[in-house]
C-alpha cells in the first residue's frame, strides 16, 4: 500500500525479506509413476514481485503451480502462503488464501456467458437463492475497465475467440481478492497487441503489491516484465537470475542446456505446381455469420504460404473448411485437380492433407487413448499399421517410437496416454502425426503453440524440410514472427478476404500491421473500446 | 443480430405453442366436452410418471451422470411402496417407502458412477436388472392397499373447466409433479446450485478450479433426483392403479429418457414432451372406439413414437458435455 503508484524499484532484482513473502515453496516434489515432474523445488515470491518460470515442454512448470492451487498434492515439501504452511486442500482452499490462477488450458463452460463463468463458485444471489445477473453483468463491466481488458459480460464463451477467451480467463482469477496471481502460458494464444496489452495489466498488479508467478516460453516477454526468472529444468530449479542480469540467448542455454539457434535457415523456395486453390470461398462461423468472405488463394507444391491478420477475421473457418471440418456456404477447394470442397475430415485426410489443428486438445489428440494411438490417428486403418482389418501392434509401437525421438516428445512411455503430457509434448504429438503422414498439403493453424524454443526451432526446421520435399504449406499463426521467418508468400487476411499478398522476404511489418487492421493506419485493429487506462 | 432473432423466436415459440394447444384444446372443448375432458385427463395420468422419471434424468444428466436405471428405481419404489402400504395399512408409510427405494437406488447408482468410476451405462443396466429381480422375487399376489390414495379438489383451481378437470383433481403425486417441474425449471436456471449442476455436467473442470466440489455435488445430484424417481414408481403402484404388478413400469423408464432428450433436458419442456406422449396416447384409445385398430397397435403407439421423437431430436438438441464421463480430479487442467 505504501508505494501504489510506481513499481518497489528497489525490490526489481533482490529477493525480499522474509516478511514481504507472498509464497515460499520448500523442497516441493511430485512423481506420477517413474516421472518426477518435480523434485526438491524451493523457491519464493515477495509482494509486487513478477516471477517468471521457464523451462522446456514437460519441465515440470504446470505441475509446479498446479500443487500451488490445490489441484494436486504434493508427495514431499512445503507450501507457504503468507506465513501460512497448513497444506492447500483443493482451489477452494487457494481461492480463500488469495490465490488466484490462469489455467494453461482453458477452464471455461463454453456453452455459458462470460458473466456465468465469472460468477461461478462465488456466485451473487438475491433474495438468498435467486442468481443475481444483473449482479454479475456489473461486476464483469467493473473489472473489465479496471483491467482494461474488454470483453462482453452476455457473450458465449463458445462463440468468442481464443484471445477473448484468455481475458475472461485473466478477469475469471481477478473477479476475487489476489494476492498471489499464477498464469500458466496466458499469452500462448495471444496476438502480439494483446500479448502487450497483458503484460501492462500485469505490471499495473504488480505495482498495485499482487505477487505475480508468470510461465511463458516467450522469452521477450520474460525480459519485458519479470524482476526474476527461476529455470526449470527436468523437475529441478537450475538457477535463478534477475531479469536485468541476462538476456535471452543466455536464458535459452540456462534452459535447455546447451546453445540454440533462434532462427530459421531456408533456402529461397522453388514452388511447382498448384496444389491447394481455394476460390471464392465462403464459410459461416459457430453464430451463422459470414466469416469467410469470398476468400480466394493458391498454394504450389514447394512453397509455404502465411495467412497473417488479427484473430478471429476468419482464419479458423478458413482452416476448418479446408480441413474438411465445416462446410462452405459457397465457393471451391481443390487439392490438384480434385474437388475437395465438400469432403468431410477423414476424405480430406485420406485425400492428403495434413491438418494441425489450433485447438490440440478438442481437435488434436484423444486424451484418454496412449501416445502411440494417437500418433497412428491418421492412419491406423492403412498399411503397416492395420492388417486384414487388425491393428499390428508392434508397426504402431514403431512408429511411435521413432517418431518420439525425432520430435523429441518428452514422456515415460509411448503407452502413457496423451492426457498425461505436458502442453507443450501433446502439440508435438500433433505436430509429429501430421507431419509424418508426408501429406501433399499441410494446413498448419498455430504449430508452435505452447511449445518451447527449442522445439520451435525443430518444428520450424521439419516445416521446411517439408516444402523443399514438394509439400504446400498453408500456414496460420498469431504470431507474426513465426508467419515472417517462415513463409515464401504472405497473404494478410481482413474480415474474411484476403487484402493483400506479399512476398515473404520484403515485407516490412508496419505495412502489414496496416494491412491486418483493414487498410486503415491509425485505428485500432480490435477492441473498440470507448477509453482506455491510463 | 442473429442472436436476438433467435431469442425472440425461442420466446415466440415458448409462449405460443402452449397457447395454441390450449386454443384448440378449448374448442374441442366446445365442441365434444366429455370427450375433450376424458382425453386431457387421460394424457395427464400417462404423463405423471413420464415427467417424474424424466426429470429425475434431467438431474443426473445436467450433473454429468447418464441415468438409464430410471426403469428400475421406479420399479422398486413401485414395489416397496405398495408392500408396505398393504403391510402397514398406513398411506403415508407407503409413499415414504416408495420414495425411500427412489433414493436408495439413486444413492448406488451415484456410488457405483461417481465414487467408484464405473461406467455409466452398466451402473444403469445393474439397477434395472436387479429391480426386475428384487421386485419378482419378493412378490406376493393378494396384498391390497388399506384405502385408495386421497382425490383432492383442489380450491377455485378445481372450478376452471377442462384445466381444473385435468390437473387440479387429482391425487397428491401428480399435484407433485405438476409443482415440481416449474420449481426445477427455477432451481436449474435462475439459482446457485443450477448453474453449478450445470457448469459440472458441461464442463467439471472449470467448476473444480472455481472451488466446486464436482464429485460431491454429483452424488448429491444423483441422491436427490432419486426421490422423483420414487414418486414415479409410488404414483404406478398406488396412486395410478392401487395394485402392483410384475414388471409394472413397462418401459416406463426408458420413455422417460426420451423425453428427457425430446424436452432439451429443460424441465418445462419435459412437461410439454411428456403431455404430447399423453395425448398421442390418449387420443389413440379415444380412436379405438371409432375405427376398428386392434388393442396391440395403441399399446404400440407410445413406443414408436419414441422412436420418432428420438429420429427427429437428433442432432437438434444437445446432451451436457460432460454426461458419462467420470470427473478425476487434476486431468484436463
Ligand atoms: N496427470 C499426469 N499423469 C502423468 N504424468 C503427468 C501428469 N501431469 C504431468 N505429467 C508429467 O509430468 C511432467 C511435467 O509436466 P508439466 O505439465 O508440469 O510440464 P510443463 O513444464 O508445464 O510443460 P509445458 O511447457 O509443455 O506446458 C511431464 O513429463 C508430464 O508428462
Ligand atoms: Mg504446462
Known sequence: MTQAESRPEAARGRPPSTEERVLELQGLSKSYGAV?????????????????????????????VKQIFGLTRPDAGRIVIKGDSTPIKDPKDAIRRGIGMVHQHFQLVPVMTVAENLILGHEPVRGGIRLDLAAARMMVRELSEKHGLAVDPDARIEDLPVGAQQRVEILKALSHRVDLLIL??????????????????????????????????????????????????????????????????RLATMMVGHDVILRVDKKPSTPGKAVLSVRDLVVRDNRRLTAVDGFSIEVRAGEIVGIAGVEGNGQRELVEAIAGMRSPLSGTVR??????????????????????PEDRERHGIVASYSIADNLVLNCFDSEPYS????????AIREHAIALRAEFDIRSASIDATAGSLSGGNKQKVVVAREMAARPRLLVAAQPTRGVDIG????????????????????????????????ADRVAVIHAGKVVAELPGDLVDRAEIGRLMAGERPGVPPTDHRSDGES | MAGIVTWQFRHLLAIGTPLLILIAAYLFYFVDQTVATSMCANAWFFAVPLVLGALTGVIGERSGVVNIGIEGQMLTAAFASFFTAAATKSLVAGVAAGILAGVAMGAFLAWTTVTARMDQIIAGVAINIVATGITSFFYKSGAQLPVNMPQWNVPVLSKI????????????????????????????FRTRWGLRTRAIGEYPSAADTAGINVNRMRFVNVVLAGILAGAAGTYLSMEATSSFSRGMTAGRGFLALAIMIFGAWRPLRVVAAALF???????????????????????????????????IAAGRVRAPAAEGVPFIKGEGQ
Do not use: C
Request: glycine share 8%; no cysteine.
Open chain 1, 455 to 486: 522445439a520451435i526451432e525443430l518444428i520450424h526446421r521439419r516445416i521446411v524440410e517439408a516444402r523443399d520435399a514438394g509439400a504446400a504449406v498453408l500456414l496460420v499463426s498469431a504470431e507474426l514472427d513465426e508467419v515472417l521467418s517462415l
Open chain 2, 161 to 188: 373447466p377442462l384445466i381444473g378437470e385435468t390437473f387440479f383433481q387429482t391425487g397428491p403425486i401428480a399435484l407433485f409433479a405438476l409443482l415440481i417441474a416449474p420449481v426445477l425449471h427455477f432451481a436449474m
Open chain 1, 184 to 249: 500458466d502460458e496466458p499469452t500462448a494464444v495471444l496476438t502480439p497487441q494483446e500479448t502487450d496489452e497483458l503484460l501492462g495489466v500485469l505490471s499495473e498488479l504488480a505495482a498495485a503489491g499482487t505477487a505475480i508467478v508468470f510461465i511463458t516460453h516467450k522469452l521477450r516477454e520474460v525480459l519485458a516484465v519479470a524482476d526474476r526468472v527461476y529455470v526449470l529444468r527436468r523437475g529441478r530449479v537450475v538457477g535463478t537470475v534477475p531479469t536485468d542480469e541476462t538476456d535471452a540467448a
Open chain 1, 36 to 64: 518426477h515432474a518435480n523434485s526438491d523445488i524451493t523457491l519464493h515470491i515477495g509482494r509486487g514481485e513478477i516471477v517468471a518460470l521457464l523451462g522446456e515442454n514437460g519441465a515440470g512448470k504446470s505441475t509446479l
Open chain 2, 277 to 311: 406422449f399423453g395425448f398421442a396416447n390418449a387420443l389413440a384409445s379415444q380412436l379405438q372406439g371409432v375405427v376398428d385398430i386392434p388393442q396391440q397397435f395403441v399399446t404400440l403407439l407410445p413406443y414408436v413414437l419414441t422412436l420418432a421423437v428420438l429420429a
Open chain 1, 335 to 356: 487439392l490438384g485437380d480434385r474437388d475437395i470442397t465438400r469432403f468431410n475430415a477423414a476424405d480430406t485426410n485420406a485425400a492428403g492433407v495434413g491438418h494441425i
Open chain 1, 387 to 394: 492388417r486384414h482389418w487388425i491393428r499390428n501392434i508392434s
